[in-house]
T-cell receptor
Framework: AQKITQTQPGMFVQEKEAVTLDCTYD???????LFWYKQPSSGEMIFLIY??????QNATEGRYSLNFQKARKSANLVISASQLGDSAMYFC??????????????FGQGTILTVHP | NAGVMQNPRHLVRRRGQEARLRCSPM?????VYWYRQLPEEGLKFMVY????????ESGMPKERFSAEFPKEGPSILRIQQVVRGDSAAYFC?????????????FGAGSRLTVL
């Protein structure tokens, strides 16, 4: 079974500052994918970034980077130069890359990020 | 290039009625997933389908819920005899393949309210 834990119910950051959203995971799968999604108040789910457990380098996508520490089972999202439009709920998720449950994406509880001007 | 299309966006049903939620995957995507989001919670997996096949339905409630993805047409999530606890946002996602590395693209969700 897979489990994702996001321990920060809410985070605040000043515009233009960087912020880190925490995510730890637990799995018995030998290989897995880690994802971050953003859910603004309008409700849609927007994909941000992906990291494979086999990837040697941390993933980056524009202002988003994933701080992947496999030994610690953590996959924190770093948002640089925060913008007001970054205010949203952020979900960490994971999925096995093989086996019978590879179709199942497991989500954490989410972190609400508020960016102050 | 249209994304994942879900309809209706909002649906109101009275207890005991049926709810049908539709999902058209992105063009070129043959894998469809349904998730449910209760208020203040993350998304919970319900079912994973390919055309005419249910691959994984381990997250589906045993009764009243069913899903299909026919050869032609959208995927349908059907909830019979709805109860208040079924009130939630139901998200559909699609991917081009079944690899775990494939990113799931989500639709905007269908919000079901049961009176």
């Amino acid at each position: 079974a897979q489990k994702i834990t996001q321990t920060q119910p809410g985070m605040f950051v000043q515009e233009k500052e960087a912020v880190t959203l925490d995510c730890t995971y637990d799995t018995s799968d030998p290989s897995y994918g880690l994802f971050w999604y953003k859910q603004p108040s309008s409700g849609e789910m927007i994909f941000l970034i992906y990291q494979g457990s086999y990837d040697q380098q941390n993933a980056t996508e524009g202002r988003y980077s994933l701080n992947f520490q496999k030994a610690r089972k953590s996959a924190n999202l770093v948002i640089s130069a925060s913008q007001l439009g970054d205010s949203a709920m952020y979900f960490c998720a994971m999925r096995p890359l093989s086996g019978t449950s590879y179709g199942k994406l497991t989500f954490g509880q989410g972190t609400i990020l508020t960016v102050h001007p | 290039n249209a994304g994942v299309m879900q309809n209706p966006r909002h649906l109101v049903r009275r207890r005991g009625q049926e709810a049908r939620l539709r999902c058209s995957p992105m063009k070129g995507h043959s894998h469809v997933y349904w998730y449910r989001q209760l208020p203040e919670e993350g998304l919970k997996f319900m079912v994973y389908l390919q055309k005419e096949n249910i691959i994984d339905e381990s997250g589906m409630p045993k009764e009243r819920f069913s899903a299909e993805f026919p050869k032609e047409g959208p995927s349908i999530l059907r909830i019979q005899q709805v109860v208040r606890g079924d009130s939630a946002a139901y998200f559909c996602a699609s991917s081009p393949g079944g690899s775990g590395a494939n990113v799931l693209t989500f639709g905007a969700g269908s919000r079901l309210t049961v009176l």
